[in-house]
């Protein structure tokens, strides 16, 4: 997994495009929330699957212009739910996801005094440890993103992002009635920047 992180970085940078506009460096922490979807379902409507962690990521960025890539590492601590009719059964500290995700962003509008609207888009390049057993996970990330200036090089910024990827669950993890579905996760974090 760090082998495949340090080509992904080294990949980002140099598909970075080379020319005269200045090229800044940031780095950027996030406090968020998520809620997930799917994982598996059974007939009567129960659903099991990872239920609404705090979520840590740190991001490292390159921009050029309007457009940035980046590589962002992501820890959440979660529980698995069964829910059903707005009643949940959770089982808390079981399970873990560290996530890689190579982004790549755009400015989409800028207002007033250097507030801007970016769309930001990747891979997602998960690991799961569900109560000591690892599972490797390939999605898609997308994110809409808010950035306002606090101070020269510090900017605050709002990101609602969607991740789809396989279901957390292997097949020997369900009994039969049970359909593994794809897992859906939103998530909604504040973060700082910093321009390096």
Known sequence: MRTLAGTLVVVALAATPWCRLPAQWGIAADLGVARFGGSSRD????????????????????????????????????????????????QYDVASLWEIAPLASFRLARFGAGVDARLEAGPAFELWDLDGEQRNRVGGRVAAVVEWPLARALTGSLRVSAVLSGSVFDAADTPSGVERRATRRFGVAVGLRYQL
């Open 43 to 90: 007939t009567s409507g129960t659903r099991v699957g990872p239920y609404r962690p705090t979520t840590f990521e740190l991001r490292l960025d390159r921009g050029v212009g309007a457009t940035r890539v980046a590589i962002a590492v992501l820890y959440a601590n979660t529980g698995i739910a069964g829910e059903q009719g707005g009643l949940a059964i959770v």
